[in-house]
Every structure is written in structure tokens, then in C-alpha cells.
């Protein structure tokens, strides 16, 4: 295994020097703070918390017993260099760990894992019980940062001082409530500082920086939110006098736009004309294949090996393969004439006669170990892809995009993989109207808050992130502009289509020219961060 990979299993990405510093230089006030990294990676945090200690008047010999580290993998040891002689290393799992076996500190400083839920043991794992014996419920989603940062407070002093290198999904990723929750309930302040530039090189999605002081002295006014535009630009003096009363983590993120888009969005939302993608539509994901690549035929396949084209239904398994507000049936014909697979075997229903013409192709996925692969080898038969439960959906929405999310009718009534979001209408709403309604300045901008930005600078929904998405009220009659956006959107004209789209669903809404700017202004400042972002820090 390459030392890549192994880093990228054990979600070890190492901070860099001058971030490491802001924090320890935040949460290191005296030579007599006991100091604690509970996953010491690199040992920068020790190091720094070493010098700051010594730099404040900390007797050297004393140092051992005022910095303490953590880790559970042994080999982080051997890069250690001797600079931490003098400091506690201990190296275990950090879960089994008890508070009782250690003294309490005044600081936790550091940089948990970033282990996606798909990598580790969610159900039996120590995090999830000492979570829960917290009295806070993970959700299975839930990133092993999450329980990683709810673990090390236990191990703090009334009053102490958690400082952490978080990802941004703890701003708006739903399973980061009840995280963020626990942390305005324990201590008296929590401020986050979130960045123009993207400041952590390796990580694929932007990263913030928690400083929590006081603990059990809460409740917390809010959180704060302070803005910088890159590392150099953050003074720890500014850090505990932010503002208070952004209690959303979502609304937090609002702060880093001007006053005027902050307080046009956060009058809409609260607009009795303004609903959630949520209460007009179901947004779920596509159908899990296991392997698309073997599952998504060639139309021309069909017919050339004499495959029943009873098993085959017509999908959508790539975002670019929307380019406008409507999928007809001519698009895909236009992806399968150049190439691309657009027909999804679907075995389920059909009898065996209709089975054996694709009985050499079943065997050639056989001969491919795919009865091996983790979604294929939890069905059976190993071939029978389950559909979404919602059956075709109405429409579409990008779960990963570039520019901006993209919602699109399904006119060609096809089905999609789940690297497509399907959207089902309900109460009879029309999603040839919702795909008109949905390019406006509030709702991109809705998206923009709520997604989560990842490297190079995609922004993803999850479903029920897509769900919050702010959708102003629309009347069935808008459904006839649709090929005029649909034709805005294939040109690569978002502007166009907000001119339109704007005064029909905005305006009715009360508000100014100005308020209108400030939107859209807001919108692309955001957009423009994410893009920036991915550019990665600057020399």
C-alpha cells in the first residue's frame, strides 16, 4: 500500500505548520495549560504546544507532564523526530481511551481523522457508543471526526479549550447537528473561522478551524463566524470578540457575504412564500448498480447480440449528460449516437426466455468477479438492480456540479443511476414548472449555503441537503418558458435565464432592484469563493 493510501485510510492529513500555530497560540495562555492532540499524525501540534509552553515560562523538565499525544498508528512514531523526547506519546486507539486514565486539560488541540462513514464500522464501533452514552445519536453518515471531537471534550477541565482543523461539512452536513448542537450547549463561546482561500493542500474539500472556550460553562449566545481570506490574514485576538447569535450553521455561512445579500436572503427565507424543495417534491438517489460499467449497454448492443430489449430501460448516469431545464428523448438518442451507454438491464419481472438472451453477458460479469462487489454481493441474484422505489421520477437534479446545480424535467421519462438525484413531484405539482422555477438567484444561492464544497470546486447535494433548497412559490403557468431556459441553459447562459426567471418568481415577492442585486451579487461571490478555493493556498 502506498503511503498515500494508507494516509487517505486513516483520514491522516497533515496540518500545515502556520495553521497548527493559530490554534496553539489560541489555546495555549500559560505555562501551567496541560495540552492534549488526540490524534498527533505528524506531531505538529505537540511540537508547537512544546515551544509555546517554554515561550511562556513552562520548566522543561515539567513539559512531559503538560503535553500529551495520542495515536493509534504505531508507524506515526518513527516520523517523530526528537524534538518530542520530552512529551507524552500514547499510542491507542483514541476510543479506548478513558477520561479517568488521563488528567483533565486545560486545551485539545489538533486535527481529527477524515474517515468517511463508508470506511469504518458505524454500527459497532467504540465511537458510536461513547456517543451515545453522551446522549447524542450519530447518524450512520456521520464522518469519524464527528464522535472524535465529541470524545475529546470529555477529557477537558471546567473552563477548558477545544481548538480544531475541521472539514465544512460541520457547517451544514445534517449528521454535523447534533455536533455542533453538544458544542453550543457545553461551552460559553464557539467561533468558527472559514476561509476565502482553500488552506489545506491534500484535503479534497475546504476545511474550517473551531475554537470552543469554556467548557461547561454554556449555553453559547451563538456561534460566531469570522472570515478571513487565507491563514495570514486570521488575528487570534479577533477570534473571541465575533459577534454571537448565528446559532445555524447553515446562517453562519452568511457571513461571508456582503450585509446586503445576508439580509435579502434571510428575510426570503422566512417569507411565507418561500417553501423547501422538501415540501413540494422527494429527493432520493438513483439506482445503485455496483458496477455501471457493466450494468449500462450500448443501445446498438442490443439488438447486435440479440439481448431482449424487454431488459432494458433507457437512464441517465452522468450529471453532463444534462445540458438544459429538460431531458426529451431526442437527448439521449443524441448520447447513444455518440457513443455513450444509455440502456440499464433491468431483469426483474421478465421471465426466463427473456433471461437467456442475456445469459452470456451474465457470465461475463461472472468471469469479471462482479458477484464479489460489495452492491452485487448483498442481492440476489447477484444481476437483478433494484429501481428506486419512487419509479421514474418527474425530474432530475445534479448531485455533483461545477457552475451551479442543475434541475431538469424528465420529459424522456428515463430512470438514473445514483450519480443523478431523482425528484418526484407531489400534490400534482408540474416539474416542467419547478425546472423553470428553480433557476432563480435565492434558490442557486440556497445551494450555495447548503452544498458542500469539495476539490476542485464541485459542489454536491446530498438528498437531504437538496431538500433545504430554497424554492420561491411558482404558478403551473411558468411551465411555458421552459424552452426558453432549457435553450438559455444549453448555451451556457445563466444570466439570460435568471433575467427571466427572476421577476417572474422574485418579483412577486416585494423585492427592490437593490435587494434583486444584492441575491445575485451574493450568488456569484460564493460561487467565485468555491472555484477559488480549489485553486488550493498560495505559495
Given at each position: 500500500?502506498?503511503q498515500?493510501?494508507?494516509?487517505?485510510?486513516?483520514g491522516?492529513?497533515?496540518?500545515?505548520?502556520?495553521?497548527?500555530?493559530?490554534?496553539?497560540?489560541?489555546?495555549?495562555?500559560?505555562?501551567?495549560n496541560?495540552?492534549?492532540?488526540?490524534?498527533f499524525g505528524?506531531?505538529?501540534?505537540l511540537?508547537?504546544?512544546?515551544?509555546?509552553?517554554?515561550?511562556?515560562?513552562?520548566?522543561?523538565?515539567?513539559?512531559?507532564?503538560?503535553?500529551?499525544?495520542?495515536?493509534?498508528?504505531?508507524?506515526?512514531?518513527?516520523?517523530?523526530?526528537?524534538?518530542?523526547?520530552?512529551?507524552?506519546?500514547?499510542?491507542?486507539?483514541?476510543?479506548?481511551?478513558?477520561?479517568?486514565?488521563?488528567?483533565?486539560?486545560?486545551?485539545?488541540?489538533?486535527?481529527?481523522?477524515?474517515?468517511?462513514?463508508?470506511?469504518?464500522?458505524?454500527?459497532?464501533?467504540?465511537?458510536?457508543?461513547?456517543?451515545?452514552?453522551?446522549?447524542?445519536?450519530?447518524?450512520?453518515?456521520?464522518?469519524?471526526?464527528?464522535?472524535?471531537?465529541?470524545?475529546?471534550?470529555?477529557?477537558?477541565e471546567?473552563?477548558?479549550r477545544?481548538?480544531?482543523?475541521?472539514?465544512?461539512?460541520?457547517?451544514?452536513?445534517?449528521?454535523?447537528?447534533?455536533?455542533?448542537?453538544?458544542?453550543?450547549?457545553?461551552?460559553?463561546?464557539?467561533?468558527?473561522?472559514?476561509?476565502?482561500?482553500r488552506i489545506?493542500?491534500?484535503?479534497?474539500?475546504?476545511?474550517?478551524?473551531?475554537?470552543?472556550?469554556?467548557?461547561?460553562?454554556?449555553?453559547?449566545?451563538?456561534?460566531?463566524?469570522?472570515t478571513?481570506?487565507?491563514?495570514?490574514?486570521?488575528?487570534?485576538?479577533?477570534?473571541?470578540?465575533?459577534?454571537?447569535g448565528?446559532?445555524?450553521?447553515?446562517?453562519?455561512?452568511?457571513?461571508?457575504?456582503?450585509?446586503?445579500?445576508?439580509?435579502?436572503y434571510?428575510?426570503?427565507?422566512?417569507?411565507?412564500?418561500?417553501?423547501?424543495?422538501?415540501?413540494?417534491?422527494?429527493?432520493?438517489?438513483?439506482?445503485?448498480?455496483?458496477?455501471?460499467?457493466?450494468?449500462?449497454?450500448?443501445?446498438?448492443?442490443?439488438?447486435?447480440?440479440?439481448?431482449?430489449?424487454?431488459?432494458?430501460?433507457?437512464?441517465?448516469?452522468k450529471a453532463?449528460d444534462?445540458?438544459?431545464?429538460?431531458?426529451?428523448g431526442?437527448d439521449?438518442?443524441?448520447?447513444a449516437?455518440?457513443?455513450?451507454?444509455?440502456?440499464l438491464?433491468?431483469?426483474?419481472?421478465?421471465?426466463?426466455?427473456?433471461?437467456?438472451?442475456?445469459?452470456g453477458?451474465?457470465?461475463?460479469?461472472?468471469?469479471?468477479?462482479?458477484?464479489?462487489?460489495?452492491?452485487?454481493?448483498?442481492?440476489?441474484?447477484?444481476?437483478?438492480?433494484?429501481?428506486?422505489?419512487?419509479?421514474?421520477?418527474?425530474?432530475?437534479?445534479?448531485?455533483?456540479?461545477?457552475?451551479?446545480?442543475?434541475?431538469?424535467?424528465?420529459?424522456?421519462?428515463?430512470?438514473s443511476?445514483?450519480?443523478?438525484?431523482?425528484?418526484?413531484?407531489?400534490?400534482?405539482?408540474?416539474a416542467?414548472?419547478l425546472?423553470?422555477?428553480?433557476?432563480?438567484?435565492?434558490?442557486?444561492?440556497?445551494?450555495?449555503?447548503?452544498?458542500?464544497?469539495?476539490?476542485?470546486?464541485?459542489?454536491?447535494?446530498?438528498?437531504?441537503?437538496?431538500?433545504?433548497?430554497?424554492?420561491?412559490?411558482?404558478?403551473?403557468?411558468?411551465e411555458?418558458?421552459v424552452?426558453?431556459?432549457?435553450?438559455?441553459?444549453?448555451?451556457g447562459?445563466?444570466?439570460?435565464?435568471?433575467?427571466?426567471?427572476?421577476?417572474?418568481?422574485?418579483?412577486?415577492?416585494g423585492?427592490?432592484?437593490?435587494?434583486?442585486a444584492?441575491?445575485?451579487?451574493?450568488r456569484?461571490?460564493?460561487?467565485?469563493?468555491?472555484?477559488?478555493?480549489?485553486?488550493?493556498?498560495?505559495?
Amino acid at each position: 500500500m502506498s503511503q498515500a493510501t494508507r494516509r487517505k485510510r486513516i483520514g491522516a492529513f497533515y496540518t500545515p505548520r502556520p495553521l497548527a500555530a493559530k490554534l496553539v497560540e489560541w489555546g495555549v495562555r500559560s505555562p501551567l495549560n496541560r495540552v492534549l492532540d488526540p490524534s498527533f499524525g505528524g506531531g505538529v501540534f505537540l511540537s508547537l504546544a512544546k515551544e509555546r509552553l517554554l515561550s511562556l515560562g513552562a520548566d522543561r523538565s515539567g513539559v512531559c507532564g503538560l503535553v500529551y499525544g495520542v495515536d493509534n498508528d504505531a508507524s506515526e512514531a518513527c516520523r517523530i523526530d526528537g524534538g518530542l523526547d520530552d512529551v507524552t506519546l500514547i499510542h491507542s486507539d483514541f476510543f479506548a481511551l478513558d477520561p479517568m486514565e488521563l488528567p483533565r486539560f486545560t486545551a485539545n488541540l489538533g486535527n481529527p481523522p477524515y474517515v468517511r462513514y463508508q470506511d469504518w464500522d458505524a454500527n459497532s464501533s467504540a465511537a458510536h457508543a461513547i456517543s451515545a452514552g453522551m446522549g447524542i445519536k450519530l447518524s450512520r453518515l456521520a464522518s469519524l471526526w464527528a464522535p472524535f471531537i465529541l470524545h475529546g471534550c470529555r477529557f477537558l477541565e471546567v473552563g477548558g479549550r477545544l481548538g480544531q482543523v475541521l472539514p465544512a461539512e460541520f457547517l451544514h452536513a445534517q449528521y454535523a447537528r447534533p455536533v455542533v448542537d453538544y458544542l453550543l450547549a457545553a461551552f460559553r463561546n464557539v467561533t468558527v473561522v472559514v476561509f476565502e482561500e482553500r488552506i489545506f493542500p491534500g484535503a479534497l474539500e475546504e476545511v474550517v478551524l473551531l475554537f470552543a472556550e469554556g467548557y461547561g460553562q454554556g449555553p453559547a449566545a451563538g456561534m460566531g463566524v469570522l472570515t478571513c481570506r487565507n491563514i495570514d490574514d486570521l488575528d487570534i485576538a479577533n477570534v473571541d470578540g465575533v459577534g454571537r447569535g448565528h446559532s445555524s450553521p447553515q446562517m453562519a455561512l452568511l457571513r461571508v457575504l456582503p450585509a446586503e445579500g445576508q439580509r435579502a436572503y434571510e428575510r426570503l427565507a422566512q417569507h411565507e412564500s418561500v417553501v423547501r424543495l422538501g415540501d413540494i417534491a422527494d429527493v432520493d438517489i438513483g439506482a445503485v448498480t455496483g458496477a455501471n460499467e457493466f450494468f449500462i449497454r450500448h443501445r446498438t448492443e442490443i439488438g447486435a447480440r440479440g439481448f431482449a430489449p424487454e431488459l432494458f430501460r433507457t437512464v441517465v448516469s452522468k450529471a453532463s449528460d444534462l445540458r438544459g431545464a429538460r431531458l426529451a428523448g431526442a437527448d439521449i438518442g443524441r448520447l447513444a449516437d455518440k457513443g455513450k451507454r444509455t440502456e440499464l438491464l433491468v431483469t426483474n419481472g421478465h421471465n426466463s426466455d427473456q433471461l437467456a438472451t442475456v445469459a452470456g453477458l451474465l457470465a461475463e460479469g461472472e468471469a469479471l468477479g462482479l458477484p464479489l462487489r460489495y452492491k452485487c454481493r448483498i442481492r440476489k441474484p447477484w444481476w437483478a438492480v433494484p429501481l428506486p422505489k419512487g419509479g421514474i421520477p418527474d425530474a432530475f437534479l445534479t448531485y455533483m456540479s461545477n457552475a451551479h446545480p442543475r434541475l431538469v424535467c424528465n420529459d424522456a421519462r428515463a430512470l438514473s443511476t445514483n450519480t443523478v438525484h431523482n425528484v418526484a413531484m407531489r400534490d400534482g405539482r408540474s416539474a416542467r414548472a419547478l425546472a423553470v422555477a428553480f433557476y432563480n438567484s435565492l434558490t442557486l444561492l440556497s445551494a450555495e449555503i447548503v452544498g458542500r464544497s469539495y476539490g476542485g470546486g464541485i459542489l454536491k447535494l446530498e438528498p437531504t441537503e437538496a431538500e433545504q433548497l430554497l424554492i420561491p412559490s411558482f404558478e403551473g403557468g411558468i411551465e411555458s418558458y421552459v424552452d426558453e431556459i432549457d435553450g438559455c441553459l444549453r448555451a451556457g447562459d445563466l444570466a439570460a435565464a435568471l433575467r427571466i426567471v427572476d421577476p417572474l418568481v422574485l418579483g412577486p415577492l416585494g423585492l427592490t432592484d437593490e435587494e434583486l442585486a444584492a441575491l445575485r451579487v451574493a450568488r456569484a461571490a460564493l460561487q467565485k469563493r468555491r472555484v477559488t478555493r480549489s485553486k488550493g493556498p498560495r505559495p
